[in-house]
């Protein structure tokens, strides 16, 4: 069986994160040469679905559902999952091990596969729930998982101990279009002391914990110094209807962003549960402070350098804000090198990692967020 060519399985991407991902590492991964992708088996749905490679040799297959998709997606994972098997390696960018006879290479993205610390009989946590079992149930049909932080990788060997010399850390940039982008900010727009205009860029999971905004009153600036707090939801799904700062752009494209994060003061980010955080990755590699829990997956990408308040904690946020809108008025201005040194500079060095670990599952991956103290 040869090494060097491996299939993509991306039939599960649909997200908007997730998409976003993919956009800024498939190119990479089909220019890597050391290891070729030769065939990819698109999703049926979303942007990717109508997906083209510029190169011709590619073989691409659309996987087409006739269930609905959470039904689907179960019976792919399970009883129709032989049809992914064969010789060549199979690296499966959607969360869950396929059940088929082949050397499988799984990329986690989403942390709600990791065992929560109690049971909950609500139907959301029970979709999850079934979510564990089929990742559960298919772990011995997987070499090897990539996670992108050290955090996600302890957190889900702590959920299966199986996984414990399986799971690889492979870090990411920011997309693409950040990246050639050229903006580094340094400074505030306006003056130092200035009501903060801070921006929350963020689908609408429940994760994202949007509705901690409507528990805040920010008619008040003493209170509250914010001019303008801009997040990338519709109108019609305003959380806090009754905040006045509060701005409901929707989904802004990659320009739109580009333009925010040149002229914003600070990233807020509030979700509950991550297994990375794009938004803490691209505020940093502009220079942004930053305002987010005081959670594991923030503190690993973070650092020191981040403004934490307690999750769920209205008071805790208000006095969050308050903390960085007094240390920018001092002419504070936040230093993220030592944060930006273990990402990766390109989507290259990613491409070419994962793919090595999907071609040689057992080589692994050699950098230092592998590294593990036993």
């Not at 990375?276 to 502009?286: K, R, T």
Request: hydrophobic share 40%.
């Amino acid at each position: 069986m040869s090494q060097d060519l491996v299939r993509l399985h991306l039939t599960n991407i649909a997200g908007l994160g997730a998409v976003q991902l993919i956009k800024s590492l498939l190119p990479a991964l089909e220019q890597n040469k050391p290891v070729r992708v030769v065939e990819v088996y698109l999703p049926n749905r979303g942007d990717l679905s109508s997906y083209q490679s510029a190169d011709t040799s590619l073989k691409t297959t659309q996987y087409r559902r006739y269930l609905p998709n959470a039904l689907s997606r179960l019976a792919e994972c399970t009883v129709l999952g032989r049809r992914f098997s064969g010789e060549l390696p199979l690296l499966v960018m959607g969360d869950l091990p396929i059940r088929c006879n082949a050397r499988q290479t799984v990329f986690v993205q989403t942390p709600h596969l990791v065992r929560p610390e109690k049971f909950s009989w609500r139907l959301a946590k029970l979709k999850l729930s079934l979510l564990r079992w089929v990742f559960r149930s298919n772990l011995e049909y997987a070499q090897a998982f990539i996670v992108q932080t050290s955090s996600m990788r302890d957190a889900l060997i702590k959920s299966y101990p199986s996984l414990h010399s399986r799971v690889y850390v492979v870090a990411q940039p920011v997309p693409a279009w950040l990246l050639t982008a050229g903006l580094q900010r340094t400074g505030r727009t306006k003056a130092p002391d200035a009501p903060l205009h801070l921006i929350y860029p963020a689908a609408g999971y429940p994760h994202k914990n949007h509705k901690l905004l409507a528990t805040l009153h920010g008619n008040n600036p003493a209170n509250w110094p914010i001019v303008h707090l801009d997040i990338t939801l519709d109108e019609k799904s305003n959380p806090a209807p009754n905040l006045a700062q509060l701005r409901c752009l929707g989904t802004l494209s990659a320009s739109q962003m580009v333009n925010a994060y040149s002229t914003v003061d600070a990233l807020l980010f509030l979700s509950t549960d991550e297994s990375y955080g794009f938004p803490l990755v691209e505020a940093m590699f502009v220079g942004l402070p930053i305002i987010c829990p005081d959670l594991p997956y923030a503190r690993v990408l973070c650092g020191d350098e981040a403004t934490y308040f307690d999750v769920d904690n209205a008071d805790s946020l208000k006095d969050a804000v308050n903390e960085l809108h007094r240390k920018l008025s001092t002419g504070y201005w936040p230093d993220w090198s030592e944060q930006l040194r273990v990402i990766p500079k390109d989507w290259e060095t990613v491409a070419r990692t994962m793919l090595d670990i999907a071609a040689q599952p057992s080589a692994g991956a050699t950098n230092e967020l592998n590294a593990r103290k036993d």
